[in-house]
Nanobody, 125 residues
């Protein structure tokens, strides 16, 4: 079992930047692929980015490529999402998730067994 706690959300103007963090506790962090998902008001939760157990493989949703960077520090049990050039359509609740059976990351929410409580990101235009 692993517990996930996100932080770093907030209100930012379009074009601005934010860095989200997700701190994990419990079983060995490096045993999990990690991902960020988001949910905008009135919409379903969607995949944003994922990173492999070692950090060597990353996958992004098309609309965030070149603007978002996922990374992890296994020594600190933390995964990050650096977001730049933010747009109003990036607004939503951002969730961190952990997948115990996936080595190279996954964009499927069904692969993720553990979820954080979410952190709100609001981008004003």
């Amino acid at each position: 079992q692993v517990q996930l706690v996100e932080s770093g959300g907030g209100l930012v103007q379009a074009g601005g930047s934010l860095r989200l963090s997700c701190a994990a506790s419990g079983r060995s962090f490096s045993d999990y692929s990690m991902a960020w998902f988001r949910q905008a008001p009135g919409k379903e939760r969607e995949f944003v980015a994922t990173i492999s157990r070692s950090g060597g493989t990353t996958i992004y949703e098309d609309s965030v490529k070149g603007r978002f960077t996922i990374s992890r520090d296994n020594a600190k049990n933390t995964v990050y999402l650096q977001m730049i050039s933010l747009k109003s359509e990036d607004t939503g609740v951002y969730y961190c998730a952990a997948a115990p059976l996936i080595r190279y990351g996954s964009s499927r929410s069904s692969d993720y067994a553990y979820w954080g409580q979410g952190t709100q990101v609001t981008v004003s235009s």
